[in-house]
């Protein structure tokens, strides 16, 4: 694996059967493994944005795989009064072993990994959620068997961290990505042109057509709370309610990276009902992410 998981593009589809197989592992081996490859590592958690899953999963992962987890709110840092990046990253090289990024700019990020001796993973920022999307890609493989083929409709903002990510992660496994937005949000055209099977289609009733999988994510995310009411009006009749699922495959289940907004993005009916998939959705986070931080710390592996 690349020393940084900075988006899907550090992940070959090498490191992705890797990453299945042991999450897998680790989930049926959960409180009964003495597998300890973060033993004597300290790695740092950086936050700049709200979290509830990212957090505790790896606050929680690293200590399970035997490291010492560190929270940090990137506000209180010196870095919010002018300390650069770069000397951020050279003075934390000599303290930890890894550092865990939620933070807005990708960019800084990017910097933050290039001036670092030690690997980052990002935990989301504007651009991408790589964490997020390896736990959905394990998660269609748990319950479908496989990625390659699999049809997933992306309902609502085409034009955020999630959308990115998936528009990666479509070429990286063979996704079939159909993404469901408005004019105003559609998706990214740098990466549509970078991956073209991946289709763009305004009309959600349409795009669900014969999907496996429905998802989508909150309308507002961090960072872009002013356009909130314009956000409300224009994606409004991109809700994943009973309506739009009934229009899908049979068995088309529905996942959402959570937060979920009910009565918003999605229904309090869908979100409840046996369709969505959403918890053990969340509950993957932990699994793959200490497949990420095992293969990226593990020279064994
Ligand atoms: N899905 C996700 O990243 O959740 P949190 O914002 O709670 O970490
Ligand atoms: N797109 C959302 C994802 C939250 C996990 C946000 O950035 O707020």
């Known amino acids: 694996m690349n020393k940084d998981l900075l988006s899907v593009a550090d992940i070959s589809k090498n490191d992705l059967e890797k990453i299945f197989e042991l999450s897998a592992k680790l989930k049926k081996e959960r409180g009964q493994s003495n597998y300890k490859p973060l033993a004597g590592k300290s790695i740092a958690m950086i936050f700049a944005k709200a979290s509830t899953r990212t957090r505790v999963s790896f606050e929680v992962g690293i200590t399970e795989l035997g490291g010492y987890p560190l929270y940090m709110d990137q506000g209180k840092m010196q870095v919010g009064r002018g300390e650069s990046v770069a000397d951020t990253a050279k003075v934390l090289s000599r303290y930890l072993h890894g550092v865990v990024i939620r933070t807005y700019s990708h960019a800084d990020v990017e910097e933050l990994a290039a001036e670092s001796t030690m690997p980052i993973i990002n935990a989301l920022t504007d651009d991408f959620h790589p964490c997020q999307i390896l736990t959905d890609l394990f998660t269609i493989y748990e319950y479908s068997g496989k990625v390659e083929g699999i049809k997933l409709v992306y309902v609502g903002d085409g034009d955020n961290n999630m959308a990115n990510s998936f528009i990666l992660a479509a070429g990286l496994a063979g996704l079939e ?45 961090m960072g872009f709370e002013e356009e909130k009411a314009e956000r409300f009006e224009i994606l409004k009749d991109y809700q994943v309610n009973s309506r739009l699922v009934a229009a899908a495959s049979d068995a088309v ?31 993957n986070r932990l699994h793959v992410q200490k497949a990420v931080l095992a293969l990226l710390f593990d020279k064994e592996l």
Request: hydrophobic share 40%.
């Open 177 to 221: 990505l159909v993404i469901a937005s408005p004019e105003k949000y559609r998706p990214n055209p740098e990466l549509m042109e970078r991956f073209p099977n991946v289709v763009w289609e305004k009309d959600p009733m349409k795009a669900v057509e014969n999907a496996d999988y429905i998802y989508t994510d909150v309308w507002v995310s």
């Open 253 to 283: 289940k529905v996942l959402h990276c959570l937060p979920a907004h009910r009565g918003e993005e999605i229904s309090a009916e869908v979100l409840d009902s046996d369709k969505a998939i959403v918890f053990d959705q969340a509950e």
